[in-house]
């Protein structure tokens, strides 16, 4: 935290402990407000139920008699009748690269699993961006979606004919083809050595061009908690704007028209955006389902359960074939950036995707704090935990000059405070609701003009410090970059200290800053309260938040402890612990000794 400063100075400071409570107040209820994204329930409306996909049920192929330009082959397993292709079993392609290793079913030619090689999921596997149990109620990603629902499933059921089968390495492309006489679909993927697949889609009837997006239907492999889930989001750039919606905005089986830059879906960590080649052209429909899941992951209890949001995309062209390219991967802000839409030439120059990591509505903080975070990662210690330390003490060092003003209002204040105790004296004999009240408040206003005092001097820092704390709160949360990342004894600083050695040294530490800084002017039984209810309050709440977060705070305070310490033996330092030692001596009845 860049500064907390004793709430304990009463007109002298500038910064009552009834203004600290008020600021604490505001702080407590955003922080608390923030658990509004993580609701416990969501209703599932009739869209949504329609929006599901239908129980599988067994294609029969077509059975037209064999031409000898189109008979069964045993070799290839395709069984081909006239104007009919289709697979005589099911098969698996797989195209990797170095980022992933993408696994094709033949049924369907969707995909079945999407492992990405750098990064693991929860218990330490590699991280499979498939929610498996999602996928097989909802559908599997690169299926095809259709407004008929009987349509739908025929699609996904049909075995199609790859190009290939076994390995492909990016470089390369898979096509699958499938027909049953009247009914043709075609699916071709082409993969290079980056995290976007580019595909072109085509379903025919007699013919006819019959609508059938492509889609992303069950949200993602790292979903597997409420929290996680509620993270979900349906984000859009239109005419270069982007909108991101919440999970609770998003209408299972809405249909959205173009032109659309880029469209998709995405989850804390995890996206996948489409981005169409004909964006005048684009269709969206928006998908929304629900799962069940446990309540407890690890002690599974069929009647503790919560209903969990499952979002997905659909994207193409009505009435027609579709291609677009499709980014299935981490929300990282330097690979995002590089991921353009189709621009006006039909090249990759149209807006980034970066827009889909959500840094909260002060934004205008959090993004800047993170590209400096992000700049010190890169350029000088490339460890997060210590580039998190070394913005710490980089902010608090910026906020110095502002804590120097701060103790030269507060002794101004402290100075007059005996002149202003006696203007008050002589009208505390008229009620608040006489006129002659004004007459007070001019008078004490007029002599703190005199001598250059302002009793809000010492609310500076802390109107920088809580938009600076809510700010680093939203980037620590939201950017991908801090997933897992180690820092001494914490393995991920997106997550709690699972030691609770933070807490604790927040706790004692905050209780330091409290002592060492100069309180005149406060009734000692209040000074004692606010010493150890604000650090036990803060203290509660490190418990819950990233230990990245926890960390900046912590080191914070130890910075702040290190400044009060120096600023204590200056000349300010020491007249302000003179005055508060005199006050405290006089309500005692003792006299006080000097530390000059």
């Given at each position: 935290?860049p500064?907390?400063?004793?709430?304990n100075?009463?007109?002298?400071?500038?910064?009552?402990?009834?203004t600290?409570?008020?600021?604490?107040?505001?702080?407590?209820l955003?922080?608390?407000?923030?658990?509004?994204?993580?609701?416990?329930?969501?209703?599932?409306?009739?869209?949504q139920?329609?929006?599901?996909?239908?129980?599988?049920?067994?294609?029969?192929?077509?059975?037209?008699?064999?031409s000898?330009?189109?008979?069964?082959?045993a070799?290839?397993g395709?069984?081909?009748?006239?104007?009919a292709?289709?697979?005589?079993?099911e098969?698996?392609?797989?195209?990797?690269n170095e980022?992933y290793?993408?696994?094709?079913?033949?049924?369907?030619?969707?995909?079945?699993?999407?492992?990405l090689?750098?990064?693991?999921d929860g218990?330490?596997?590699?991280?499979d961006?498939?929610n498996?149990?999602?996928?097989?109620?909802f559908?599997?990603?690169?299926?095809l979606?259709t407004y008929?629902s009987?349509l739908?499933?025929?699609?996904?059921?049909?075995?199609?004919v790859?190009?290939t089968t076994?390995v492909v390495n990016?470089?390369?492309?898979?096509?699958?083809?499938?027909?049953?006489?009247?009914?043709?679909?075609?699916?071709k993927?082409?993969?290079?050595s980056?995290?976007?697949v580019h595909?072109?889609?085509?379903?025919?009837q007699?013919?006819?061009?019959v609508?059938a997006?492509?889609?992303?239907p069950?949200?993602?492999?790292?979903?597997?908690?409420l929290?996680?889930f509620?993270?979900?989001?349906?984000?859009t750039m239109?005419?270069?704007?982007?909108?991101s919606d919440?999970?609770?905005k998003?209408?299972g089986?809405a249909?959205?028209n173009?032109?659309?830059?880029w469209?998709?879906?995405?989850d804390l960590y995890?996206a996948?955006?489409f981005?169409?080649?004909?964006?005048?052209?684009?269709?969206v429909?928006?998908?929304h389902?629900?799962?069940?899941i446990p309540?407890?992951?690890?002690k599974?209890?069929?009647n503790a359960?919560?209903?969990?949001?499952v979002?997905?995309?659909?994207?193409?062209?009505?009435?027609?074939?579709s291609?677009a390219?499709?980014?299935?991967g981490?929300k990282l802000?330097?690979?995002l950036?590089?991921?353009?839409?189709?621009?006006?030439?039909g090249?990759?120059?149209?807006?980034d995707i970066e827009?889909?990591?959500?840094?909260?509505w002060?934004?205008?903080?959090?993004?800047?704090?993170?590209?400096?975070?992000?700049?010190?990662?890169?350029?000088?210690?490339?460890n997060?935990g210590?580039?998190?330390?070394?913005l710490?003490?980089?902010?608090?060092?910026?906020?110095l000059p502002?804590?120097?003003?701060m103790?030269?209002?507060?002794?101004?204040m402290?100075?007059?405070?005996?002149?202003?105790?006696?203007?008050k004296?002589?009208?505390k004999?008229?009620?608040m609701n006489?006129?002659r009240?004004?007459?007070m408040?001019?008078?004490?206003?007029?002599?703190?003009?005199?001598?250059?005092?302002n009793?809000?001097?010492?609310?500076l820092p802390m109107?920088?410090?809580?938009?600076?704390?809510?700010?680093?709160?939203n980037?620590?949360s939201?950017?991908?970059?801090?997933?897992?990342?180690?820092?001494l004894?914490?393995?991920?600083l997106a997550?709690?200290?699972?030691?609770?050695i933070l807490?604790?040294?927040?706790i004692?530490?905050?209780?330091?800053?409290q002592y060492?800084?100069?309180?005149?002017?406060?009734d000692?039984?209040?000074?004692?309260?606010m010493?150890f209810t604000?650090?036990?309050?803060?203290?509660?709440?490190t418990w819950?938040?990233?230990s990245?977060?926890?960390?900046?705070w912590?080191?914070?305070n130890?910075v702040?402890i290190?400044?009060?310490?120096v600023?204590?033996?200056t000349?300010?330092g020491r007249?302000m612990?003179?005055?508060?030692?005199?006050?405290?001596?006089?309500?005692l009845?003792?006299?006080?000794a000097?530390?000059?």
């Amino acid at each position: 935290m860049p500064e907390i400063k004793n709430p304990n100075q009463q007109g002298g400071g500038g910064q009552d402990p009834k203004t600290m409570l008020a600021f604490t107040a505001i702080f407590i209820l955003m922080f608390l407000g923030l658990q509004y994204f993580k609701p416990k329930k969501t209703p599932e409306t009739g869209a949504q139920q329609q929006q599901r996909s239908l129980p599988a049920t067994a294609e029969t192929p077509a059975s037209s008699p064999a031409s000898p330009a189109a008979t069964a082959t045993a070799k290839s397993g395709v069984v081909s009748a006239a104007n009919a292709v289709q697979a005589s079993s099911e098969s698996s392609t797989i195209v990797e690269n170095e980022l992933y290793r993408v696994q094709f079913s033949n049924r369907g030619a969707q995909v079945t699993s999407w492992i990405l090689k750098k990064y693991k999921d929860g218990d330490g596997k590699p991280l499979d961006l498939v929610n498996q149990k999602a996928a097989a109620q909802f559908g599997y990603p690169l299926s095809l979606f259709t407004y008929d629902s009987g349509l739908r499933t025929r699609l996904s059921e049909a075995l199609f004919v790859p190009s290939t089968t076994g390995v492909v390495n990016a470089p390369g492309s898979v096509t699958f083809t499938w027909s049953d006489g009247s009914l043709t679909a075609r699916k071709k993927f082409s993969f290079d050595s980056s995290y976007v697949v580019h595909a072109e889609t085509s379903v025919e009837q007699n013919g006819t061009p019959v609508t059938a997006l492509l889609t992303w239907p069950s949200g993602f492999g790292d979903q597997e908690t409420l929290p996680q889930f509620a993270k979900s989001s349906f984000n859009t750039m239109q005419a270069g704007k982007s909108t991101s919606d919440a999970y609770k905005k998003v209408i299972g089986g809405a249909t959205l028209n173009g032109p659309f830059d880029w469209a998709g879906v995405s989850d804390l960590y995890f996206a996948a955006i489409f981005l169409p080649d004909a964006p005048q052209q684009t269709t969206v429909v928006q998908l929304h389902n629900e799962e069940t899941i446990p309540r407890n992951i690890k002690k599974p209890d069929p009647n503790a359960t919560d209903r969990a949001p499952v979002l997905g995309a659909a994207m193409g062209v009505v009435g027609g074939s579709s291609s677009a390219r499709l980014y299935a991967g981490p929300k990282l802000i330097d690979v995002l950036k590089s991921v353009k839409a189709t621009g006006p030439a039909g090249k990759p120059t149209g807006p980034d995707i970066e827009p889909i990591v959500s840094f909260g509505w002060m934004k205008f903080i959090s993004e800047p704090l993170f590209l400096i975070l992000h700049w010190m990662h890169e350029h000088i210690v490339s460890n997060w935990g210590w580039s998190i330390l070394l913005l710490t003490l980089l902010i608090n060092l910026c906020m110095l000059p502002t804590r120097i003003t701060m103790m030269k209002s507060a002794l101004k204040m402290q100075r007059i405070q005996p002149q202003m105790e006696a203007i008050k004296e002589r009208y505390k004999k008229y009620k608040m609701n006489d006129p002659r009240r004004q007459d007070m408040n001019k008078e004490i206003f007029d002599l703190q003009k005199k001598e250059g005092a302002n009793m809000f001097g010492g609310c500076l820092p802390m109107l920088i410090q809580w938009p600076l704390l809510y700010g680093f709160y939203n980037m620590l949360s939201n950017v991908f970059e801090l997933r897992q990342a180690h820092w001494l004894w914490l393995p991920d600083l997106a997550s709690p200290d699972p030691l609770h050695i933070l807490p604790v040294f927040f706790i004692v530490s905050m209780f330091l800053v409290q002592y060492l800084t100069p309180s005149p002017g406060v009734d000692p039984a209040q000074q004692r309260m606010m010493a150890f209810t604000m650090p036990a309050v803060f203290g509660f709440m490190t418990w819950s938040v990233a230990s990245g977060l926890a960390l900046y705070w912590a080191c914070g305070n130890i910075v702040n402890i290190v400044q009060q310490t120096v600023m204590n033996r200056t000349s300010l330092g020491r007249e302000m612990h003179d005055i508060a030692a005199k006050r405290a001596a006089k309500r005692l009845g003792k006299p006080a000794a000097s530390r000059r």
